[in-house]
């Protein structure tokens, strides 16, 4: 069974600071892996989207990079804000048999960013 | 982009009274719903899996008869949460995805549920 962690499970950092958030998972037959923030009490917004065939993608100060083989991802937050705190969970796709596009959730990560 | 709605937002009832959440696409046609439930500081669980037109699947140790899915059109899903206790209190989020199930999912906001 796919088993997605994150680490740091929280993080508080002050403005400015680039930061590195971790994902990892378990089994590399992957379709694709997406990392989306959550704010308090609501729901998932996407942020960026790899296809395992993907090493990276980045979106304004957002970079993402994947390594399929070994199971890891990073998210890359360049010149953070206090706007950036949130929830950052990363989640993958199973392209296996009988999960395919079943997502896997890790348990996020929670970012503050102190003024 | 593509947007999923869920209505309500958030709701409080009664320990025992059945509770029905709803899950719209907006500008595009779900052939597939998924229904998860999140506790707090917890990761997403998928709670089931249905396709229009179909009966949903549902995950290990989810109760089928508890959580009533229903998907009858490519537009809208509902999750009947029925008989309520307190521990199914919980956020509960719908995401919709095209034909295809390794397709991207798009998320709705979310569901707060609370039972007394």
């Known amino acids: 069974k796919q088993e997605v962690t994150q680490i740091p499970a929280a993080l508080s950092v002050p403005e400015g600071e680039n930061l590195v958030l971790n994902c990892s998972f378990t089994?590399?037959?992957?379709?694709?892996l997406q990392w989306f923030r959550q704010d308090p009490g609501k729901g998932l917004t996407s942020l960026l989207l790899?296809?395992?065939?993907?090493r990276e993608q980045t979106s304004g100060r957002l970079n993402a990079s994947l390594d399929k083989s070994s199971g890891r991802s990073t998210l890359y937050i360049a010149a953070s804000q206090p706007g950036d705190s949130a929830t950052y969970l990363c989640a993958v796709r199973s392209a296996g048999g009988s999960t395919l596009g079943r997502l896997y959730f890790g348990r996020g990560t929670q970012l503050t960013v102190w003024p | 982009g593509a947007v999923v709605s869920q209505h309500p937002s958030r709701v409080i009832c009664k320990s025992g009274t059945s509770v029905k959440i709803e899950c719209r696409s907006l500008d595009f046609q779900a052939t597939t719903m998924f229904w998860y439930r999140q506790f707090p500081k917890q990761s997403l669980m998928l709670m089931a899996t249905s396709n229009e037109g179909s009966k949903a699947t549902y995950e290990q140790g989810v109760e089928k008869d508890k959580f009533l899915i229903n998907h009858a059109s490519l537009t809208l899903s509902t999750l009947t949460v029925t008989s309520a206790h307190p521990e199914d209190s919980s956020f509960y989020i719908c995401?919709?995805?095209?034909?295809?199930?390794?397709?991207?999912?798009?998320f709705g906001p979310g569901t707060r549920l609370t039972v007394l």
């Open positions: 995401s919709a995805g095209l034909a295809g199930g390794a397709r991207e999912q798009f």
């Open positions: 790899i296809q395992s065939s993907q």
């Open positions: 089994d590399s037959a992957i379709y694709n």
